[in-house]
């Protein structure tokens, strides 16, 4: 088994959102975001995998492929189908947890 606490050594990008693997393997890849108030992700899909987004501080604007913003807190899980378009922007000081399928680059 191995542990990983989330919020340890949390660092957050000066002028861009920061994306920090937690694990990557063949099987699938869970990565922790953190983003400043107003940093956005821009518009992009993930084309082999759905992609859940679990919230885990902060409030965040998320929009999906239906082109609706929905402003989303801790505690939510959102899911986003395989090639479905998605962009984020963070109110406050925004961490969530990303899960994806697979990893094309991952060597077991």
């Known amino acids: 088994m191995k542990t990983i606490n989330l919020f340890d050594n949390l660092q957050f990008g000066d002028t861009d959102p ?33 992609f859940f987004a679990i919230i885990l501080q902060g409030q965040g604007v998320f929009t999906g492929g239906d082109g609706a ?7 939510t899980l959102l899911i986003f189908d395989a090639g479905e378009n ?21 060597q077991k």
């Open 86 to 106: 998605h962009s984020i922007r963070a109110i406050d000081e925004l961490i969530f947890l990303g899960i994806l399928h697979g990893s094309p680059l991952a």
């Open 18 to 50: 920061r994306a920090e693997p937690l694990h990557v393997d063949r099987e699938g890849r869970a990565i922790l975001f953190t983003l400043k108030p107003n940093q956005s992700i821009r518009e992009h899909n993930a084309p082999s995998s759905p």
């Open 69 to 75: 913003e929905q402003t989303c807190g801790p505690n």
